[in-house]
């Protein structure tokens, strides 16, 4: 029963890793070791649950249906093993996380430090990326994700919402005048992300759409930060991205009472069940960022 079992587990990984020679560096195991075990595992169930090529694999139809099934027991046993853990130490392990380059360098840093000094037993391994990893083929635990939770199999957990204000610095309003009302924007530089053309404000009671337009397009909220403090335009981004240009001075709200639409923040993970390492983190990006 136990050498069924860890089959089972083998199986996982090798759908997972979408190959068995990915899945044999993840498990520690041979190449061969491990097709032999696969396939003596098929040879127990009495049906074919892979499409071997030499190139890929595929799932069967039985294969797809024995994968879901699998995957929700072998999830089961880790967290219990996990939870186990947890009562004789605290959490351990390496934690690795997909953190958008901006938004972890500017914001997230010194949280994950504060949470490191918490939970001396974790390692971490952070990939700062702009691209969305595949929590589901990928070594992942979790990602941190803003905007809008696209619609998939994966669980997303609310973090924060970050309502953006308007920023620039003296030298640029000095220069350029300082917007008495949103329309003003209009002839104004804005530091926009990407291409967009227009900024929705509201003011609590009213919502107004303005067009911008500036020199630069970017897609870096870092670097936006940094146009916007060598005079460069009005920049629309969280406070908390800006706290330290408005505590020395560098930027300075401008039209404080109108702000645009708050950004969700989601800690996205493949499955519910999840080790105590994960779940920790999670529950302290919450608790933090919700004093904020």
Same mark, same amino acid.
């Given at each position: 029963?136990?050498?069924?079992?860890?089959?089972?587990?083998?199986?996982?990984?090798?759908?997972?890793?979408?190959?068995?020679?990915?899945?044999?560096?993840?498990?520690?195991?041979?190449?061969?070791? #491990?097709?032999?075990?696969?396939?003596?595992?098929?040879?127990?169930?009495?049906?074919?649950?892979?499409?071997?090529?030499?190139?890929?694999?595929? +799932?069967?139809?039985?294969?797809?249906?024995?994968? =879901?099934?699998?995957?929700?027991?072998?999830?089961?046993?880790?967290?219990?093993?996990?939870?186990?853990?947890?009562?004789?130490?605290?959490? /351990? %392990?390496? #934690?690795?996380? /997909?953190?958008?380059?901006?938004? &972890?360098?500017?914001?997230?840093?010194?949280?994950? &430090? =504060?949470?490191?000094?918490?939970?001396?037993?974790?390692?971490?391994?952070?990939?700062?990326?702009?691209?969305?990893?595949?929590?589901?083929?990928?070594?992942?635990?979790?990602?941190?994700?803003?905007?809008?939770? =696209?619609?998939?199999?994966?669980?997303?957990?609310?973090?924060?919402?970050?309502?953006?204000? #308007?920023?620039?610095?003296?030298?640029?309003?000095?220069?350029?005048?300082?917007?008495?009302?949103?329309?003003?924007?209009?002839?104004?530089?804005?530091?926009?992300?990407?291409?967009?053309?227009?900024?929705?404000?509201?003011? %609590?009671?009213?919502?107004?759409?303005? $067009?911008?337009?500036?020199?630069?397009?970017?897609?870096?909220?870092?670097?936006?930060?940094? +146009?916007?403090?060598?005079?460069?335009?009005?920049?629309?981004?969280?406070?908390?991205?800006?706290?330290?240009?408005?505590?020395?001075?560098?930027?300075? $709200?401008?039209?404080?009472?109108?702000?645009?639409?708050?950004?969700?923040?989601?800690?996205?993970? =493949?499955?519910? #069940?999840?080790?105590?390492?994960?779940?920790?983190?999670?529950?302290?990006?919450?608790?933090?960022?919700?004093?904020?």
């Amino acid at each position: 029963m136990d050498d069924y079992l860890n089959d089972m587990a083998l199986f996982v990984e090798v759908v997972k890793a979408k190959g068995f020679r990915h899945a044999a560096e993840t498990v520690g195991i041979p190449n061969s070791t #491990l097709s032999r075990r696969i396939s003596a595992l098929e040879k127990t169930i009495g049906l074919r649950l892979l499409h071997r090529t030499t190139r890929k694999i595929e +799932l069967t139809e039985a294969g797809q249906l024995y994968f =879901e099934r699998c995957k929700r027991i072998v999830d089961e046993a880790r967290l219990a093993h996990a939870q186990l853990g947890e009562m004789l130490a605290q959490p /351990s %392990g390496t #934690l690795r996380v /997909s953190l958008p380059v901006d938004f &972890a360098v500017t914001y997230l840093a010194p949280l994950i &430090a =504060e949470f490191a000094d918490l939970y001396p037993g974790i390692q971490f391994d952070l990939d700062l990326t702009p691209r969305r990893v595949d929590l589901v083929s990928e070594p992942f635990d979790v990602a941190i994700r803003i905007g809008e939770s =696209e619609s998939s199999q994966l669980i997303a957990r609310p973090l924060a919402s970050l309502t953006p204000f #308007l920023y620039a610095s003296p030298g640029y309003l000095a220069r350029a005048g300082v917007p008495e009302k949103p329309a003003d924007l209009a002839r104004h530089q804005c530091l926009a992300i990407l291409k967009t053309s227009a900024w929705t404000l509201r003011d %609590g009671k009213r919502s107004v759409t303005v $067009p911008v337009n500036g020199r630069f397009v970017l897609n870096s909220v870092g670097m936006i930060r940094s +146009l916007a403090n060598v005079d460069r335009g009005i920049v629309l981004v969280p406070r908390e991205v800006v706290e330290d240009d408005l505590a020395n001075g560098t930027l300075r $709200p401008v039209l404080p009472a109108w702000y645009g639409t708050a950004t969700p923040i989601y800690a996205m993970t =493949e499955t519910r #069940l999840l080790p105590a390492k994960t779940q920790r983190f999670i529950e302290f990006l919450q608790e933090r960022l919700a004093r904020r």
